[in-house]
């Protein structure tokens, strides 16, 4: 169409055109790109204030840690490449030579490589009290709970010794400190991010971290990261150059998202199974068409709890974890993508033993169990809330609880109000979740059972002086000992009945037959630096 | 006229202030210590005394309002619980993207109510757009919006707002929840505009200017329309902060961020100094809405301003 003639078209035609102009060009050329569909805005991205699940495949792939856990849940150094003990109280751990972090003005010439300092100084971070993550650090490293409450300027336990080495001194020998840092939970930023000027935009259009990819932009509905083509890690370089995080709320948006094949990659919530997948897991047409579902094990476990204090009576506890039918809830609620379990240890991490078929669910026992109880048919509290189907577990361990004989009443809250009636001890029974942030299962057992860890994370009020010396043992067993150990502790526990033990929770994780290589460690970290995509 | 202006001016803000006070009983002193809300329950005494001496919290009751006012009217409601982000600087962004919503939303209510002038101009009769109007005002707006949402989601092309408004799909995106956002006060205003157009074209004086052979056009909009438009403007005046308010509802329901989505964030997380922007910013709104009508009237109808200055 010539100048000549569009200057000559009616005014409403001019507009049209421009409109089409104006379209064409905002088409961006894609290249090898990748969409993650969210369904909440995420946090802040500065590492010590994330908290949301939904955060961390975003803040994951920004920041790294100090070690990761490989496929098979075994730790590896990440940017620490080495690390030495004699004692296992005081750690020695070399830092990665020639790491960079990201390109960023807050840099005097643009980047630089980390040192001892970044990872002392990031270290000393996380202990403060607003980091989420500082459960992992205070009460192991030394003079970080004093720095913690304010009593101390600096975390007397972290000391720089070389510029490439940092030392850790721990409160007391721990053999597995090392898992605690498996997490990306505990990463390394620059000292700079934290200058005055760059408070208010740190976490928000500022994030540097050594990852695979670099924040280029985010708003509440989408944020955007780029390959790092400095990437340090030559035999994990990014093969996808962009990845585009959605959030997307509304279902229905989700699956004209999905009908529009506009996703690569989704994580499939639970009210959506019924929609897109079949009762054997597997994707309805036309989904199953351009996308495929893989089952992804996390060590995400799912329980009803106890509050020991509470719900004195063994004997009652017994009977209802006898008489829960597990199968049925994961069967009812998540189509199949979970596993039963009925203890603490989640099935992948090391020291998992699975359970009989008895254990799992026998309602004779149950009932066995129950007339030996003190139970007179009064009616007992169940806290649920409004995430991870808890309302949904309620009602199906209601009517399952019916069937031999015991009432329960569900009371709904908000999770934070639910939280906070649980740790204030004023419930009966509570739907909770763990997400493990540890890769063994001594921090696990040692975390959920001390008596020193009454009310958080010790839920239940367990309280058992045996228990609290064989969990104290553990610090300096050897590993092999240890797990065996931690085993006979576990069956121990499991027998006082703090808690029913659910399931562990599978990701149904949805992604476009375009994409490959999709890999979450039982940490929830997607290794999207190994996704691969297929553009023709 | 200024004395009236001066008078509407104070009252208004006295209303704001006792807002203002309202919030500051109900988020500092009726409720549980900002800083226990901060550190969280595993805090321990000493933490939380520390926390409420930097925040200002040890000191009594009246100087921490009166330190609050000064803040308020300076914008500055401190860092949210949550991530320590500033307030009223979030809120601001926020209220950014609910304007997006609105302002069309406000044109596409002004075309209607053109439209249906044009309407009455060619064919004296409003039964066009009574049975639009009838079912508009019979649904409410989350059921328009689901609706909308789910039919938008088959068949328009533009599905997802990044929220950078870089791109034209942005503000593309808008245009179906704009359109939710302005069904129901169109349709309320355009009730209200026919009513007063039949009452105003019927009366003595616009029969005798027809009579006098004055062209129906300038006699709608010279005369009649200027009748017209005040109980008009009162009803916008009411309808103007409940669309800030409809917007909240539609936000939800279309994913957008703007500030209703993020006030229901805020409640969910006890982002407490959020909650209360949110709430002092939307009583601004609807003070501010009032004053600019209440002084509109008086240039228009000058009878309404009282004495003549």
Redesign the interface.
Known sequence: MTFKRIYACSKFKKFFIFLLVLLFFNIEANGKEAVFIIDTPPDRLNPIMIRSPQTFPISMQIYEGLFGLDVNGRVIPRLIEKWETEDFQTWRLHVRKGVRFHASAIFQDATRKITAEDVAYSLEQFCLPESYSSFLLLDSVKGAAEFNRGKAKTVKGIRVIDPMVVEIELIKPERFFINRLSTNLICVFPKEMDQARYKNESGFNLAIGTGPYWLVSRSDTEIILEKNRRYWDQQNQPDIDRWVFRVVKNEQMRIANLARQQVDLMVLPGSLFPVILKSDGSLQNPYSRFYQVKSVPTFNSHMIGFNLNRVRDVNLRRAMSLATNRAEIVEALLFGHADVTVGTVPPGMNGYQPPSETEIYNTELAKKYLEESKYQGEVLELIVHDIANSELIGQIFQSQMAKIGVKIKLEKLDFGGAVNRIIKGDTQLFSIFFEYVFSSPEPVLINLYSTSKIPVPNFFHYSNPVIDRKLEALYQMPEQEALMASQKIEAHVIKEAPAIFLYRQNYALIHSKKIDNVHVTGNNHYLLEKVTKNID | MVINVAKSTAYYFSIWAGVITITFILFHVANESPART??G????Q??IL?LEKKLGLDQPKLVQMVNYFGRVLHMDFGHSY?????VS?EVMRCLKITSLLVIPALFIILGYLFFVIWIHLVSKSGSLTDWFEVSARSFPIFFTGVIM??LC??FYPV??????LN???DWLFMLPPALVLSVYPAAVLSEVLKKELSKTTGSLYITAARGFGFPERSLLFKHALRNTVIPVLTALSNILPVLFTGAFIVE????I?GIG?LLI?SI???DFPMIECIVILNSFIFVITNLIFDTAYQFIDPRMGGKND
Not at chain 2, 41 to 44: E, F, G, K, N
Not at chain 2, 252 to 255: D, E, M, V
Request: aromatic share 6%.
């Open positions: 901060i550190l329950p595993s805090a321990d000493q933490q520390q949550v991530d320590q982000r500033q600087k949402a789910m989601a088959h599905i997802h707002f990044s929220g950078n791109s034209i799909n939800i329901i279309f994913s961020p989505s964030r969910m997380a006890r």
